[in-house]
């Protein structure tokens, strides 16, 4: 029989991470970017967690690249005809380790192909070194396999496969709930599950093969502060992965969930009740944006376009900011609010790899790129050794700005130069001219304002839980003087449930916001001080030196 605590949710999952990243921005795919981002990510041990024994972490992973050599040498001996580069799509799945489920799980899945109309080529048990593991993660280890399916002759390479792909993925999801797939894609593939840093090299054969070779490589070492690791939560997601929390999260996946009744997309067309719900509300809080940007990628939408109205930078008091910019975010507003909290995100289709920071910047990225084309990244610097003749650019991540690098066109895509590009694409401010409706601009209708008697009044008050101190110093400011009342965050009052008063039914609701993992905004001022000594003196008033005849105000910080 299993337990699970009643104080436990999983809505208050977020994680805190390192990050990395390693790209050859002219697109040449080698083994070398492969064992660079490996190296990044075992330099990154101090940002993974792990368990008391010091033997099982929370999870790592790595995304890539599909390695055309290695998979066609690994399918070579199995009979499979892969054909060309990204004529093929390589699924990761995770099975349950019972012969019997798997079996029916696989059955399925071929199954599911063949009614969407594709060739499945057949299975590959994942070469894994089991013995490298801790305790904990052998025992919930899955049994991992790719498969691979063929591309149409009459469906492009690229995006519009991976979106047939992407049909057949979450019909197979809405339909199997022991197996997760943590990619099926033409493009790319991920290498992940519950290591600590140095057994993702150890536990995968394949990253160890000189023919695992790829132009980009994604790392993502986990600490997960308020949850459970296990081998599905570990990143790389599908698109992206990710350092810290998104604070709005049940907002933002209620919203998405809100609008799917209205969601149309020529791209998905008679396709739609397929993949639908596109957020999985079983997943952490990365993992729902992932699904987010998957499914509007799916629909049509660039990737870094996606990222862009997802995570906006500050653009509402930015007078700098150009006209169609402002108009730009100001358009894509009104249809989704912005996934908000201290976050560093990097994201890739396989083609581009790109990085973004929250409009805060409360979680640091630095990168460099060299004088022969690679760009590094990761949450600090010094992850790589990499001589200082070598180094062209060294910069960092800005809040709300964009890294892109584009390995078809071979070029590093500046922020202002990506932005102007989908700001200029539409008539967006002609677009809010015509459409956008203000409350300010409605008539208000021409009905007498209710007024009650001082008896009415406080028997309405006494019903509505009003007291006296919110109607002195909440309501008769505003009356008065139109300002609102400020006050602390610190409540000392009971909770609505215990107290022994009438509360009204919003009082009952709290805001959720993030305590345990936000950086502090000044790290190295906060490390240093441990406390401070005030002076005070006699009229209240704060003095330089040590006086005699004054108050002494110690504050620890």
């Not at 109607?471 to 400020?486: F, H, Q, Y």
């Not at 001022?525 to 005699?548: A, C, D, F, K, M």
Request: charged share 25%.
């Amino acid at each position: 029989m299993s337990f699970v605590s009643p104080l436990y949710s999983s809505r208050f999952e977020h994680d805190a991470c390192g990050i990395g990243a390693v790209v050859d921005i002219r697109g040449r795919k080698s083994h070398g970017t492969v064992d660079s981002a490996l190296k990044i990510v075992e330099k990154l041990e101090h940002r993974a967690g792990k368990d008391a024994a010091g033997e099982t972490g929370d999870g790592v992973g790595l995304l890539l690249q599909v390695p055309h050599r290695l998979m066609v040498k690994a399918t070579g001996n199995l009979g499979i005809a892969l054909g060309g580069e990204r004529d093929y799509g390589v699924g990761v799945f995770f099975f349950p380790q019972d012969r019997v489920r798997r079996a029916q799980a696989q059955k399925m899945l071929e199954i599911i192909v063949d009614k969407e109309g594709l060739e499945f080529l057949g299975w590959r048990d994942v070469p894994v070194h089991p013995e490298v593991l801790g305790e904990k993660a052998r025992s919930c280890m899955p049994h991992i396999c790719h498969c691979f399916v063929k591309r149409p002759e009459d469906c492009a390479r690229g995006l519009e496969f991976d979106r047939r792909l992407y049909v057949v993925r979450r019909v197979f999801e809405q339909s199997n709930v022991n197996t997760y797939i943590p990619s099926f894609s033409s493009r790319t593939i991920v290498y992940k599950g519950m290591f600590l840093v140095e057994q993702l090299r150890q536990f995968y054969a394949d990253l160890t093969d000189p023919d695992c070779q790829s132009a980009i490589a994604l790392v993502h070492s986990r600490f997960s502060t308020n949850t459970f690791p296990s081998w599905e939560r570990a990143h790389p997601n599908r698109y992206i992965l990710h350092n810290g929390e998104i604070n709005t999260i049940r907002g933002n996946a209620d919203r998405m969930l809100a609008r799917e009744e209205n969601m149309e997309s020529t791209y998905l067309k008679g396709q739609m009740h397929k993949v639908l719900p596109a957020i999985s509300k079983t997943g952490s809080d990365s993992a729902m944006l992932d699904n987010t940007l998957e499914f509007l990628v799916m629909s049509g939408m660039d990737l870094p376009l996606a990222v862009m109205i997802a995570i906006p930078e500050p653009w509402a008091n930015d007078r700098a900011m150009s006209r169609s910019k402002r108009d730009f975010y100001q358009y894509y507003a009104t249809m989704m609010e912005p996934w908000d909290g201290p976050a560093s995100i990097l994201f890739s289709d396989g083609d581009i790899m790109g990085a973004v920071l929250d409009r805060n910047g409360l979680r640091p990225s630095r990168y460099l790129i060299t004088e022969d084309d690679m760009l590094i990244l990761s949450s600090e610097v010094g992850v790589l050794d990499i001589e200082p003749e070598r180094i062209r650019v060294k910069e960092r991540l800005r809040p709300g700005r964009m890294l892109l690098v584009d390995t078809l066109q071979g070029k590093v895509v500046s922020d202002d130069e990506l932005k102007e590009k989908y700001a200029s694409r539409q008539p967006y401010g002609e677009w809010l001219d015509n459409n956008l409706v203000f409350l300010k601009d409605l008539t208000i209708p021409n009905k007498r304002v209710p007024e009650y008697t001082e008896e009415e009044r406080q028997r309405m008050q006494k019903a509505f839980g009003y007291t006296y101190d919110e109607v002195k110093t909440g309501i008769l400011p505003m009356a008065r003087d139109g300002s609102e009342a400020i006050a602390a965050m610190g409540v000392d009052t009971p909770l609505p449930v215990l107290g022994k008063t009438y509360h009204p039914l919003f009082h009952y609701f709290k805001q959720l916001f993030a305590q345990v993992t936000n950086p502090p905004i000044d790290a190295i001022r906060e490390e240093i001080v441990t406390s401070t000594t005030v002076y005070i003196g006699t009229e209240g008033n704060i003095l330089r030196e040590t006086p005699e005849n004054c108050n002494v105000l110690r504050v620890n910080n």
